[in-house]
């Protein structure tokens, strides 16, 4: 065991043994003595400690002091009333404080108990409650602006996690501080309890045991009953100072005694007024003028000292902080942090600003984290920390998209309108600032909080602008996922595969491909939308190929027709039937037809002529389908999807390609044209 267990635990059981077993005056005395120690202790540690959870223990501390002190009063107890001599620190006590006098000792204690109870107990208990409540109750706020910083990427996820456990570790203990608070109160009142059944039994003792008359017997053991009440009450009183100094000092990190001066005395104007008043008492009034006129000057020549102090210390504030700029310009390490660029930025105007301002209401950053949370559960990769910061030099309304530094999108919100759209049934329309949605450039218009719900009513589609913003922003992370999905990401990925099935990541990396070439496939898979979120059997049917095939064009066709089931639910819903445009047998050989092969990989090398004719015919039929209101989806060949894929994003970026084999069986198609030329 350790010492300083063994410590507390003898600590605990000395005060047990005292409330059983009588001891010796001179231990009485030692103990009594290392009780006041204690105390002063506890005062001086609470005083100094920068912030509360130094004294984290305190709860604890108060329960063990308490049951010490009211052990020490049984055992003083006992020796006034069988020997009549407590010990030398008992009787100095009731005699020194006291002056030796029956009528000014008891004065005396009156006015400690009086000071114990009424004011610094009642007020610790009061400020304990109240920083309880409302500790617990700014709990909520206090993790969401932690996770907010997070997310904006102004703390790491170490900091954040020790931010969490400091809000975690203040509530705990602020809410047993409520509670702790009592063990003092309920320690003072036995103290005052125990010195009155000391006088009556004291009394007593004296006059039918000792064959005193009453007024010595009252006189002798008062005195001695007092010395122990003042002997118990003086830590009890210490002890109660503290908690109140703890309780009142909150979670502010200051020296205790260096705060208390420059607030008291740190003001000037304050000095000169102070200083005035007591000069202008001094000789008005019959009051000591030299004392008063004196302590007057004495604030004014403080105040001015502090005066003069104060604008050097400004001068020197000022000329290190331009020597601080000077310095950090002349690093080199500056420029290098100029390099850096954020994967994702959304940058706003002056008037968006609100939207992100949790203060103020703003709810962007919690729409922000669920961004990353949706793509997470879609797609199965992580999305990089999004960085929003506001810009002046956009219009006030304006915010941009940036990925990787440069601006791939744009859009206008009004901060006070909502945006609604006719989602093409509604017959009556309503008045507002014509714009388009900036998302998918649906026409839409701005309608203000009173037109809101009429809007509704009448068959609008209503947002509101953090959902337009969030909406944006998540379209344009879909469409630029696989080139913000980077080799350290990958790499995090096989790690948490790895934990639970470590055989076939050691299988396939880096026996069979490298870290690039596995990112390469994903981002594959990512840039048509495909999920990768089965890792596993992406890595299996990677594991089962590679040995034949290191072309990742290739991989990734096997890893798409491993995913049918989920490429079927995604694009043919079970139970209804889907149209579907195919491609000519002939366009298809003539496709593979056109497919060099070099050591580089595979690539399609087209009549430009020929391609501009495919290109035309698929135009046509997917306009049939988009008149029908149905998603246009082209179905190949497994061999041809992947360049035909690649002869078509040019032209129909967003357009959907699948091959027989990634399609169920249970899958219901129907081919309603198909692509010649």
Not at 146 to 165: C, P, S, V
Not at 176 to 182: E, F, I, Y
Not at 277 to 296: D, N, R, S
Not at 600 to 625: F, H, V
Request: glycine residues 8%; hydrophobic residues 45%; charged residues 20%.
């Amino acid at each position: 065991m350790k010492r300083a267990d063994v410590g507390v635990a003898g600590y605990l059981l000395a005060a047990f043994v005292m409330l059983i077993v009588p001891i010796p005056n001179g231990l009485l005395d030692v103990l009594l003595a290392f009780n006041i120690s204690v105390a002063f202790a506890i005062l001086f540690s609470c005083m100094f400690a920068t912030e509360v959870l130094q004294m984290s223990f305190y709860p604890t501390i108060l329960l063990f002091t308490t049951i010490f002190r009211i052990a020490l009063n049984v055992s003083s107890t006992r020796l006034i009333l069988t020997t009549g001599n407590p010990g030398n620190v008992v009787e100095t006590f009731g005699q020194y404080v006291g002056g030796g006098d029956l009528i000014v000792g008891t004065i005396v204690f009156i006015i400690l108990i009086i000071i114990q109870f009424q004011v610094i107990n009642k007020g610790s208990e009061r400020v304990a409650e109240v920083t309880a409540r409302f500790t617990l109750d700014a709990m909520p706020g206090k993790q969401m602006a932690i996770d907010a910083d997070l997310n904006t990427g102004a703390i790491t996820d170490a900091e954040a996690k020790a931010a969490r456990d400091k809000i975690q570790e203040e509530s705990s203990f602020f809410g047993s501080m409520d509670g702790a608070v009592k063990y003092v109160k309920g320690d003072a009142t036995a103290g005052l309890l125990i010195t009155g059944v000391n006088i009556v039994g004291g009394i007593a003792m004296g006059v039918l045991r000792q064959g005193m008359d009453i007024n010595s017997a009252l006189n002798h053991y008062a005195i001695l009953t007092i010395g122990d009440g003042l002997v118990s009450q003086i830590p009890s009183l210490l002890i109660s100072l503290s908690t109140g100094i703890l309780v009142t000092k909150g979670s502010k990190e200051a020296e205790f005694g260096e705060a208390i001066l420059k607030q008291l005395f740190g003001l000037p104007k304050a000095l000169y007024f102070v200083g005035s008043i007591l000069i202008g008492l001094g000789i008005i009034t019959p009051l000591t003028t030299w004392l008063f006129v004196g302590l007057g000057l004495v604030f004014i020549v403080v105040g001015r000292s502090l005066t003069g102090t104060l604008e050097v210390a400004g001068i020197e504030e000022e000329a290190r902080e331009e020597e601080k700029t000077a310095e950090e310009i002349r690093q080199p390490e500056n420029v290098t942090s100029l390099l850096q660029v954020d994967p994702i930025e959304l940058e706003f105007g002056y008037g968006i600003i609100p939207l992100a301002d949790v203060s103020q209401g703003g709810d962007l950053l919690d729409r922000v984290v669920m961004i990353r949370r949706q793509i997470a559960l879609e797609l199965g990769c992580v999305v990089p920390i999004i960085r929003l910061r506001d810009n002046i030099q956009l219009n006030p309304n304006q915010y941009i998209i940036k990925i990787k530094g440069i601006q791939v999108a744009e859009g206008e919100v009004l901060f006070d309108h909502y945006m609604a759209m006719n989602p093409g049934y509604v017959e009556e329309e309503i008045t507002g600032i014509p714009t388009f949605e900036p998302s998918f450039h649906l026409p839409a218009i701005w309608i203000t909080e009173g037109q809101r719900e009429r809007a509704e009513s009448l068959g609008y589609t209503v947002v509101d602008p953090p959902s337009i913003i969030a909406t944006h922003l998540t379209e344009v992370i879909r469409q630029h996922i696989a080139e913000l999905l980077t080799r350290q990401d990958v790499q995090n990925l096989i790690n948490n595969l790895k934990e639970s099935n470590p055989s076939v990541v050691e299988e396939l990396v880096p026996k069979l491909l490298g870290l690039g070439e596995v990112q390469k496939v994903l981002q594959n898979l990512l840039s048509e939308g495909i999920s990768i979120r089965d890792l596993l059997t992406i890595f299996e049917t990677l594991a089962d190929n590679a040995t034949t095939s290191r072309d990742t064009d290739i991989l990734t066709e096997y890893c798409r027709q491993a995913l049918k089931r989920a490429i079927s639910g995604k694009y043919f819903p079970a139970g209804e039937t889907t149209s579907v445009i195919t491609l000519d047998p002939k366009v298809e050989q003539e496709i593979m037809s056109n497919v060099k092969q070099t050591e580089q990989g595979t690539y399609l090398n087209m009549d430009p002529q020929r391609t501009k004719a495919i290109i035309a015919s698929l135009k046509e039929e997917t306009q049939k389908l988009e008149e029908m209101g149905r998603n246009p989806i082209v179905v190949t060949s497994p061999i041809v999807r992947i360049y035909f894929k690649r002869l078509t994003e040019e032209y129909m970026k967003d357009l959907i390609v699948v091959s027989y084999n990634e399609v169920d069986s249970s899958a219901q198609l129907q081919s309603v044209g198909m692509i010649t030329a």
